[in-house]
């Protein structure tokens, strides 16, 4: 990588110019390859090799297989997956940093360094890795350790928070109807009868509520917790969100803010669906990716397309787009569920560069 300290401003205005125009061909080609529209990758088709495993080891090689990303054909921007296979007697020398990651170990026993704290870590442990935090993974055990890695795509980029100002004015206790805040204070169907006024108070109370509400997740993001541990796991039926027709499911929020982890783009559920049940009421919301973890049956809607699932297939779903997951087996279906949380999606565009700009006004 070159030192740009000497450089006189043309030149780095060149070197700038030429990053931009490379980084659009880039963004050209995935979205090229985006647009195959992938929802499936089958545990058959997975490609493991040792350059798939991205990070040198000290000891024996590891091997990875990519799962979901935009240059397999998935229209993903914000989060991705690949598996990864520590052998015995290896570790991350070269510790390394990037955007947000959760590590989910299927199986084995091993220990992750992050920052200056050590952890010791099972099969069923899911472990958070803050963005730009130097991390490694050691394996000190007699067999090899198989982790999920899910990240944010944005490698090399600052953290994107979502930063929400209050309002300078005072909360206003009585206010007219567009002002009020909760569940079925205010209906949607109401909003195209505002006039211009009284869009910008109702603008001005959700922001008000959306300042207080992040200010207490910022205090519960202070205690810096990297590690959910498999005893620690919280089952209920609320955890599952969706109301299921049949018999209800359960969940377990693995990380979040609300948790004490200071992550602010993805967050890792477990869900647990009974025989017979559905996501009967189909629902939408950022970008998703379901690892099937166990159980035959599971079948995955998203959009017009219907996919049957088994233990090791991964189901990716794009923002915005309706989906369900049905199980139409005898036994529970297991799934991870790795979520985008940020709305709406975010994409990154790039033009082609500074001059081509000016060439096309000239």
């Avoid at 009868?193 to 008000?208: C, F, G, M, P, W």
């Avoid at 869900?271 to 559905?278: K, Y």
């Amino acid at each position: 990588m070159p030192n740009y300290i000497n450089w006189s401003p043309s030149e780095l205005r060149d070197a700038r110019s030429g990053l931009l125009k490379e980084w659009s061909n880039l963004e050209g080609e995935l979205d090229n390859r985006r647009a195959q529209g992938r929802h499936v990758m089958r545990i058959e088709e997975q490609d493991w090799s040792e350059e798939g495993f991205h990070i040198k080891l000290t000891g024996p090689a590891g091997k990875g297989a990519p799962i979901i990303t935009p240059e397999l054909g998935f229209n993903v921007h914000n989060v991705g997956l690949s598996l990864l296979e520590v052998p015995p007697g290896s570790e991350e020398g070269a510790y390394h940093t990037h955007g947000e990651a959760i590590k989910y170990y299927i199986s084995g026993e091993g220990i992750e360094i992050i920052g200056d704290k050590t952890y010791k870590v099972k099969a069923g442990d899911c472990v958070f890795i803050p963005a730009n935090v130097w991390h490694g993974t050691q394996n000190n055990g007699t067999e090899p350790i198989r982790i999920a890695a899910f990240g944010t795509s944005h490698v090399g980029m600052p953290l994107i928070r979502t930063v929400v100002q209050g309002s300078i004015d005072e909360a206003l206790v009585d206010g007219p109807p567009e002002t009020h805040i909760g569940p079925g204070k205010f209906p949607q169907k109401e909003y195209a009868n505002l006039d211009a006024t009284q869009l910008y108070r109702r603008r001005k109370a959700l922001l008000r509520a959306r300042g207080k509400f992040e200010e207490e997740l910022n205090i519960r993001r202070s205690q810096g917790r990297h590690v959910m541990k498999v005893e620690e796991q919280d089952w209920t039926t609320e955890g599952f969100y969706v109301k299921l027709k049949g018999m209800q499911g359960r969940g377990a929020t693995l990380i979040a803010p609300e948790l004490g982890f200071d992550i602010h783009n993805i967050t890792a559920t477990l869900l647990e669906l009974p025989p017979g049940s559905t996501e009967g009421a189909y629902h939408k919301h950022g970008e998703a990716i379901k690892f099937y973890l166990r159980g035959t049956g599971g079948t995955e809607i998203v959009g017009d397309k219907t996919y049957e699932m088994r233990p090791g297939d991964t189901a990716f779903i794009p923002a915005n787009v309706w989906h369900g997951t049905e199980n139409r087996g005898t036994e529970p279906v297991l799934i991870l569920a790795i979520a985008h949380s940020l709305a709406p999606l975010i994409q990154h565009h790039h033009v082609d560069s500074i001059d081509d700009l000016e060439h096309r006004s000239g």
